[in-house]
């Protein structure tokens, strides 16, 4: 049974071990980049999405399974002053994927972004993730450009 929940930043927490699991899944596909994987760690992530939150709208849309007691997704979204929408990180656990979790967090915080007035809403999808584009397809995200950075 999977119940769905509405957070900010002081629930961050809640998403310190799928967050986790999110960077593992980018370290193994990444082609260019593992030694970013290897290095982030979500204490720095936690404070930039607090950062974020200080300066703009933010939310965390939560997927908890109330069988397990435990999280099991997770999408968390910003808007910032210029109206610039967000879905700055979202994961599912691989054992709930495809039961319609993705597609539920995503449409909620899309519609959050409509709500507070977003002009632009994106998503980053990460070199070596591409198999996600035809999901964001759906809800109407396309490749936009490529941003090629060099590797340090």
Request: proline content about 1%.
């Amino acid at each position: 049974m999977i119940e769905y929940q509405i957070g900010d930043a002081s629930d961050l927490e809640k998403i310190r071990e799928l967050w986790e699991g999110l960077n593992m899944h980018h370290h193994e596909r990444s082609r260019h980049f593992r030694h970013h994987y290897e290095s982030w760690n979500f204490d720095d992530r936690k404070a930039y999405f607090e950062k974020l939150a200080g300066s703009g709208k933010f939310r965390i849309d939560l997927a908890f399974d109330s069988d397990e007691n435990r999280y099991v997704g997770y999408c968390v979204s910003s808007v910032s002053v210029e109206l610039h929408g967000e879905m700055e990180s979202i994961f599912i656990e691989e054992k709930y994927r495809s039961k319609g979790i993705g597609t539920r967090l995503v449409s909620s915080a899309v519609s959050w972004m409509d709500s507070q007035g977003a002009v632009r809403k994106r998503v980053a999808v990460a070199d070596g993730n591409e198999e996600a584009w035809s999901f964001y397809e759906r809800f109407g995200f396309f490749p936009r450009m490529t941003l090629l950075e060099q590797k340090g």
